[in-house]
Protein backbone atom coordinates (compact mmCIF):
# COMPACT_ATOMS: atom_id res chain seq x y z
CA UNK A 1 0.00 0.00 0.00
CA UNK A 2 1.43 2.70 -1.07
CA UNK A 3 1.60 6.14 1.52
CA UNK A 4 2.85 9.57 0.96
CA UNK A 5 2.59 11.87 3.82
CA UNK A 6 3.47 15.70 4.03
CA UNK A 7 4.81 17.78 6.94
CA UNK A 8 6.13 21.21 7.33
CA UNK A 9 3.38 23.32 6.50
CA UNK A 10 2.36 25.99 8.84
CA UNK A 11 1.93 29.79 8.73
CA UNK A 12 4.80 32.43 8.16
CA UNK A 13 5.45 36.29 7.46
CA UNK A 14 6.09 37.26 3.80
CA UNK A 15 9.66 36.57 3.35
CA UNK A 16 10.04 33.96 5.21
CA UNK A 17 10.71 30.17 4.58
CA UNK A 18 9.56 26.97 5.15
CA UNK A 19 10.51 23.14 4.34
CA UNK A 20 8.05 20.72 3.19
CA UNK A 21 8.79 17.07 4.21
CA UNK A 22 6.81 14.02 2.26
CA UNK A 23 7.54 10.57 3.86
CA UNK A 24 6.96 8.08 1.65
CA UNK A 25 6.31 3.88 1.96
CA UNK A 26 5.16 1.51 -0.73
CA UNK A 27 6.36 3.40 -3.90
CA UNK A 28 7.64 0.69 -6.48
CA UNK A 29 10.62 0.60 -8.54
CA UNK A 30 8.90 2.24 -11.27
CA UNK A 31 7.89 5.64 -9.40
CA UNK A 32 9.73 7.56 -12.13
CA UNK A 33 8.43 10.71 -10.76
CA UNK A 34 7.56 12.93 -7.55
CA UNK A 35 6.26 16.15 -7.24
CA UNK A 36 4.78 19.15 -4.87
CA UNK A 37 1.52 20.76 -6.48
CA UNK A 38 -0.37 23.23 -4.54
CA UNK A 39 -4.35 24.43 -4.49
CA UNK A 40 -5.84 27.59 -3.67
CA UNK A 41 -9.39 28.11 -2.86
CA UNK A 42 -11.23 28.43 -6.22
CA UNK A 43 -8.27 27.48 -8.07
CA UNK A 44 -7.12 24.92 -9.97
CA UNK A 45 -3.92 22.56 -8.54
CA UNK A 46 -1.00 23.15 -10.34
CA UNK A 47 2.84 22.13 -10.20
CA UNK A 48 5.35 23.97 -7.84
CA UNK A 49 8.56 21.66 -8.15
CA UNK A 50 8.77 17.96 -9.94
CA UNK A 51 11.74 15.61 -9.88
CA UNK A 52 12.16 12.77 -12.00
CA UNK A 53 13.82 9.74 -9.64
CA UNK A 54 15.86 8.46 -12.00
CA UNK A 55 17.97 11.43 -13.53
CA UNK A 56 16.99 13.74 -10.91
CA UNK A 57 16.09 16.61 -13.27
CA UNK A 58 13.79 19.18 -11.84
CA UNK A 59 11.58 21.60 -12.98
CA UNK A 60 10.31 24.73 -11.72
CA UNK A 61 7.85 27.02 -12.81
CA UNK A 62 8.77 30.49 -13.08
CA UNK A 63 6.17 31.58 -10.39
CA UNK A 64 8.50 30.03 -7.66
CA UNK A 65 12.17 29.70 -9.56
CA UNK A 66 14.46 30.33 -7.57
CA UNK A 67 12.52 30.65 -4.38
CA UNK A 68 11.49 26.70 -4.11
CA UNK A 69 13.85 23.72 -4.69
CA UNK A 70 12.92 20.40 -4.34
CA UNK A 71 15.13 17.70 -3.52
CA UNK A 72 15.12 13.62 -3.22
CA UNK A 73 16.52 11.72 -0.38
CA UNK A 74 16.35 8.00 -1.47
CA UNK A 75 17.57 6.89 1.76
CA UNK A 76 14.64 8.17 4.22
CA UNK A 77 12.14 7.78 1.25
CA UNK A 78 11.47 11.44 1.37
CA UNK A 79 10.45 14.57 -0.75
CA UNK A 80 11.55 18.00 0.39
CA UNK A 81 10.37 21.32 -0.36
CA UNK A 82 12.64 24.08 0.32
CA UNK A 83 10.31 27.38 0.29
CA UNK A 84 12.56 31.04 0.47
CA UNK A 85 11.36 34.25 0.27
CA UNK A 86 7.63 33.25 0.68
CA UNK A 87 5.11 35.93 -0.32
CA UNK A 88 0.94 35.33 0.22
CA UNK A 89 0.32 34.43 -3.44
CA UNK A 90 1.86 31.27 -2.28
CA UNK A 91 -1.10 30.30 0.25
CA UNK A 92 -2.09 27.02 -0.26
CA UNK A 93 -2.76 23.33 0.67
CA UNK A 94 0.69 21.70 -0.62
CA UNK A 95 0.37 18.10 -1.79
CA UNK A 96 3.14 15.66 -2.33
CA UNK A 97 3.01 13.35 -5.15
CA UNK A 98 4.15 10.30 -7.20
CA UNK A 99 4.04 9.05 -10.49
CA UNK A 100 4.24 5.29 -11.82
CA UNK A 101 5.77 4.18 -15.27
CA UNK A 102 7.61 5.98 -17.89
CA UNK A 103 7.74 9.96 -17.95
CA UNK A 104 7.02 12.18 -20.94
CA UNK A 105 6.43 15.41 -21.50
CA UNK A 106 3.45 15.47 -19.53
CA UNK A 107 5.31 14.51 -16.16
CA UNK A 108 4.66 17.77 -14.55
CA UNK A 109 0.78 17.53 -14.79
CA UNK A 110 -1.78 16.57 -12.32
CA UNK A 111 -3.06 13.42 -14.51
CA UNK A 112 0.62 12.10 -14.56
CA UNK A 113 0.22 11.60 -10.68
CA UNK A 114 -1.14 7.93 -9.30
CA UNK A 115 -0.59 8.94 -5.65
CA UNK A 116 -1.13 11.42 -3.73
CA UNK A 117 -0.56 12.90 0.26
CA UNK A 118 -3.58 14.53 1.99
CA UNK A 119 -2.07 17.99 1.83
CA UNK A 120 -0.20 20.34 4.18
CA UNK A 121 -1.54 24.13 4.57
CA UNK A 122 1.11 27.34 3.93
CA UNK A 123 -0.04 30.72 4.85
CA UNK A 124 1.64 33.44 4.35
CA UNK A 125 0.60 37.02 5.38
CA UNK A 126 1.79 40.17 4.01
Known amino acids: QVQLVESGGGSVQAGGSLRLSCTTSGLTYDTSRMAWFRQAPGKEREVVAGILTGSRNTYHPNSVKGRFTISLDNASNTLYLQMNNLKPEDTAMYYC???????????????????WGQGTQVTVSS
Open 97 to 115: AAGRGPSDLTWTQVRSYNY
